[in-house]
T-cell receptor, first 111, second 111 residues
Framework: NAGVTQTPKFQVLKTGQSMTLQCAQD?????MSWYRQDPGMGLRLIHY???????DQGEVPNGYNVSRSTTEDFPLRLLSAAPSQTSVYFC??????????FGPGTRLTVL | GESVGLHLPTLSVQEGDNSIINCAYS??????FIWYKQESGKGPQFIID???NMDKRQGQRVTVLLNKTVKHLSLQIAATQPGDSAVYFC??????????WGAGTKLIIKP
């Protein structure tokens, strides 16, 4: 099993550009989530999904969209990038109510 | 969120000594708690978990203690090793499988 994979590992955007961060898991987990982590800080939940076709907002959803068309994939879209979105983004998956498995992260810089 | 604006507290421990990392959680209705370890440049990794109907749980070299009266969680690492250097996060679950993350503690091992 590859576990949770994220692409790209690094990305630089200009203000106003849009992009999609990819996340995939091969463990047949129902629950997937996106977090952002700013330097020296904890993780903040952006959006999450409890199954294909179901998504919901987390703590800091503004400026981000998600969709969950399959169990495996949970892409995160930045609609119009802003410098405040410079961060490290982690995707995680889990079985219902269980331990979350994290991907390696995407380091995003918005100029 | 509780981690906004906070800098990571740091704990320095002599190699071979025991480490105790503390965490105050926020919601008395939380039913599940997890400790994660995050090494530099990597995603968080599961260490140990505990359900709210337990006071103590032991793993390999790690013990988690839960005090529901004062909403306090601690992680004890026995015989701390250089590889234990990381940031440690506690997380609590209280609804919809969402985890609320603490700000983290940076553990530094002195040779």
């Amino acid at each position: 099993n590859a576990g949770v994979t994220q692409t790209p590992k690094f990305q630089v955007l200009k203000t106003g550009q849009s992009m999609t961060l990819q996340c995939a898991q091969d463990m047949n987990h129902e629950y997937m989530s996106w977090y952002r982590q700013d330097p020296g800080m904890g993780l903040r939940l952006i959006h999450y999904s409890v199954g294909a076709g179901i998504t919901d907002q987390g703590e800091v959803p503004n400026g981000y969209n998600v969709s969950r068309s399959t169990t495996e994939d949970f892409p995160l879209r930045l609609l119009s990038a802003a410098p405040s979105q410079t961060s490290v983004y982690f995707c995680a998956s889990s079985l219902r109510g269980g331990e979350q498995f994290f991907g390696p992260g995407t380091r995003l810089t918005v100029l | 969120g509780e981690s906004v604006g906070l800098h990571l507290p740091t704990l320095s421990v002599q190699e071979g000594d025991n480490s105790i990392i503390n965490c105050a959680y926020s919601n008395s209705a939380s039913d599940y708690f997890i400790w994660y370890k995050q090494e530099s440049g990597k995603g968080p990794q599961f260490i140990i978990d505990i359900r709210s109907n337990m006071d103590k749980r032991q793993g390999q070299r790690v013990t988690v203690l839960l005090n529901k009266t004062v909403k306090h969680l601690s992680l004890q690492i026995a015989a701390t090793q250089p590889g234990d250097s990381a940031v440690y996060f506690c997380a609590e679950r209280y609804s919809n499988y969402q985890l609320i993350w603490g700000a983290g503690t940076k553990l530094i091992i002195k040779p």
